[in-house]
């Protein structure tokens, strides 16, 4: 950003230069004048600092503390309920980071990390619950440390048994089968 500057405050110069020297010469004047000098500033402007990143272990700590909350279909806020992808996006959202509220549009966010590589706050996305089903349907936010096998999990779930914001694991459960991907969004 500095060079952007200098490179104004140069041209700003040149422009001003040029424009005096095309000047016609006046008539001198009976008094002496002196014309105020021209002064140029060239100011620097600096990008606010950018807030740092957010830690996985808060993310994972807050997302947690959403355990219990119902199920909502489209449901986005604890106090109304959330579905998988708005529990995701409010967890994420609370700490500035920007993901859809689609869990079709999960499976491209932030970038594609390898299972046995997932850490805790990256996103598991898995198919729909229908047999043979290909396309997205349910995600959650790791919670497992790296490596940690079983792979776990918070997420809101809609299963009759036990639905709304809950904890599991891929290994070992219906998930094992539905499992598409991990990405990394922070």
Not at 2 to 15: E, K, M, N, Q
Not at 25 to 43: K, M, Q, R, S, Y
Not at 47 to 70: C, E, H, K
Request: proline share 8%.
């Amino acid at each position: 950003m500095r060079v952007v500057w200098v490179v104004f405050g140069a041209l700003l110069t040149a422009i001003l230069i040029g424009y005096r020297l095309h000047q016609p010469v006046a008539a001198p004047l009976a008094v002496a004048e002196t014309p105020a000098p021209h002064i140029i500033a060239v100011v620097e402007r600096r990008a606010a600092p950018a807030p740092p990143a957010p830690r996985a272990d808060s993310i994972v700590r807050f997302a947690l503390r959403q355990l219990g909350t119902n199920y909502c279909y489209a449901g986005t806020s604890p106090s109304t309920g959330f579905d998988c992808s708005g529990f995701v996006q409010y967890v994420f959202t609370r700490f500035g980071v920007a993901v859809p509220h689609a869990t079709a549009l999960l499976i491209s966010a932030g970038r594609l990390v390898p299972r046995a590589q997932a850490r805790p706050g990256d996103i598991v996305v898995f198919t729909g619950t229908a047999a043979g089903s290909t396309t997205p349907g349910h995600a959650g936010i790791v919670i497992s440390a790296a490596g940690e096998v079983p792979l776990r999990f918070v997420h809101s779930s809609s299963a009759k048994r036990e639905s709304g914001v809950k904890i599991s694991q891929v290994e070992g459960s219906g998930y094992e089968r539905r499992f598409m991907q991990v990405r990394r969004v922070i």
